[in-house]
């Protein structure tokens, strides 16, 4: 889909209607190339593991790298080492590709998905990289989407007042599923990276088999910024917990 033509109207509304669809970035937003965030993650009270989320150019596209890896009794337990490489288009940002290196216990997997807009589908390749076995999964997206780790950022381009709701596609290989995000209030939050004022957005799907079992929210520095401070995921398994340590530049 043509920027020029997404432009035209994505910025109008901060409440979009039931027709989910992407904002293409504000002419003026600068993306945070080179912040490395580092966020220590928690889960039942354990410090369970750190994950490392950047940004910045490759080419004519802008690519998200996201590594999560267990640490401590989480880690002797069941590791989790998980690598993440997103790309999108930044005139309009559809995602344009996802690579993915999962470790999770005694799982091991590489992935890829491209998102072909030509022919509406994303096209979903994984190999078992213990078995051998190898997939390959179709399905139908619209005119343009955004994925799980390139959404992260998605959000932050927004202007994130109170009482907007932002309703968007998502998709990583499956079924998509529509995401609509809420604006819901400023707060002070306090973590190892520093005391921040923040807007506090939650996340979950309207669509699909997560719809009424999962939800995200994130605390984004009140300012230009929007730095992610603090996110809590709660799945249908237990409840996570990240907190800004540091960025690093």
């Not at 401590?72 to 940002?93: A, C, K, M, W």
Request: one cysteine or more; hydrophobic letters at 35%.
């Amino acid at each position: 889909m043509p920027a020029a033509s997404q432009r035209s109207s994505a910025r109008t509304p901060d409440t979009i209607g039931s027709a989910a669809h992407i904002l293409a970035p504000p002419e003026n937003y600068r993306f945070p190339n080179g912040q490395t965030y580092v966020l220590l993650v928690e889960w039942h009270l354990f410090n369970a593991g750190l994950a490392r989320v950047k940004m910045e150019p490759v080419g004519s596209q802008q690519k998200v790298s996201a590594v999560a890896d267990s640490i401590g009794v989480v880690n002797l337990l069941y590791g989790i080492h998980d690598r993440f490489e997103s790309y999108f288009d930044p005139r309009t940002f559809c995602s344009q590709r996802v690579v993915k290196h999962s470790e999770e216990g005694s799982h091991k997997r590489d992935t890829q998905v491209q998102f072909d807009y030509t022919r509406h589908r994303s096209v979903l390749e994984e190999k078992n990289l213990k078995s051998g076995e190898v997939k390959r999964i179709e399905n139908e997206i619209p005119a343009c989407i955004t994925d799980a780790v390139t959404g992260f950022y998605y959000l932050a381009a927004q202007p994130l007042k109170v009482g907007s709701a932002y309703t968007f596609p998502m998709n990583d290989g499956g079924k998509t599923i529509d995401i609509k995000a809420q604006v819901e209030a400023r707060e002070q939050v306090k973590v190892q990276a520093g005391t921040y004022e923040t807007v506090r957005v939650t996340a979950e799907p309207t669509s699909g088999p997560l719809k009424g079992k999962a939800k995200v929210w994130v605390w984004f520095s009140d300012d230009s910024n929007h730095t992610p401070v603090q996110m809590k995921a709660k799945l249908g398994w237990g409840t996570l917990m990240f907190r800004l340590q540091r960025v690093e530049k």
